[in-house]
């Protein structure tokens, strides 16, 4: 790491204040009602984290242009990032500005004024070997985009129905996987192998990802984007697959931290609830009462519109 001025770290500031200082006058509709149930926590971790990823932004250098080479992709992919958070606050401000407006998707990303510039710093990190910026963004991650989902889940109980989003362009499909087999390259290349041992079994394409119908009626499984849903028909089924197909947004979201979400996954879902469930204290106790679980439930039902397992 090293210090000094970074130009396009206050390129990168610039590109993120502007259209939060025009949305500060074009808010959503009953937007304020939902800042009072803050999680004090969130806010905390959020503040830090703008904190510390602006401060770092400028004061190193490691995030200016140098000569070219493999590496300046992370680069390319942050500014691309801030590009489509650019577009997103343009198709926002033209829009009707309700709350299903700032919490939508845009070019298959979910909750994209939150997640593209957690995601495009975090790039921007990278780019620099900047281990400040780094944790910086993680904290920022947690905190921001932790509290907008809690205000989308607060939206989201007062809807009556879901509408069954909009299926893929061509375009979608393709930053879709190639985000994948890049960013989430090390979850795809293991998704793929289990891809091979099912390969006997039921396949299709499920919006973007490739679906396949193992063997297990409750147990599913997401990695890049492959998932595997269960055996099984009916309302579970829909559910599964659509709680599946939002662990493959995570993995859109965290690139090679996936991981995090599988270990943490796998713990809940194979050791800690099963045992939770055997109690008569848990024995209602919902899956998705662990974050990582409601947070796939969440994403998948934004990006397909339809009813996820809860």
């Known amino acids: 790491m090293h210090f000094g001025f970074s130009y396009v770290g206050l390129a990168y500031i610039v590109m993120l204040m502007i259209p939060n200082l025009i949305w500060a006058k074009k808010k959503p509709v009953d937007y304020d009602k939902y800042v009072k149930n803050e999680s004090k926590v969130l806010l905390f971790f959020e503040r830090a984290g703008e904190i510390l990823v602006t401060t770092a932004a400028v004061i190193f250098a490691d995030f200016n242009l140098r000569a070219w080479e493999l590496w300046t992709l992370w680069l390319c992919a942050s500014f691309v990032l801030m590009i489509l958070y650019e577009l997103y606050w343009i198709r926002y401000f033209r829009s009707a500005r309700t709350l299903k407006d700032q919490y939508s998707c845009f070019c298959g990303v979910p909750l994209a004024g939150a997640s593209l510039p957690v995601a495009a710093f975090l790039l921007l990190g990278f780019y620099g070997k900047n281990l400040i910026m780094i944790v910086a963004v993680v904290l920022l991650g947690i905190g921001h985009i932790g509290i907008h989902l809690a205000h989308c889940a607060e939206a989201r109980s007062q809807e009556e129905q879901f509408v069954k989003a909009d299926e893929p362009s061509k375009l979608t499909r393709f930053l879709y996987l190639f985000v994948q087999f890049t960013w989430g390259l090390g979850q795809t290349i293991i998704g793929f192998l289990f891809f091979l041992i099912h390969i006997a079994r039921p396949h299709r394409i499920y919006r973007c990802a490739i679906e396949t119908k193992w063997k ?26 659509v709680h599946e197909y939002g662990h493959t947004v995570q993995s859109l979201i965290m690139g090679p931290l996936y991981a995090i979400v599988g270990v943490i996954s796998l713990g809940w879902g194979s050791i800690l609830y099963p045992i939770l469930k055997g109690t008569k204290k848990y024995k209602d106790l919902l899956y998705t009462k662990c974050f990582i679980e409601y947070w796939a439930s969440w994403l998948g039902e934004k990006a397909t519109g339809e009813k996820a397992v809860w």
């Open 216 to 241: 297990n009626r409750y147990a599913g499984l997401s990695l890049g984007p492959f998932i595997f849903v269960p055996d099984n028909e009916g309302d579970y089924f829909t559910g599964a697959r």
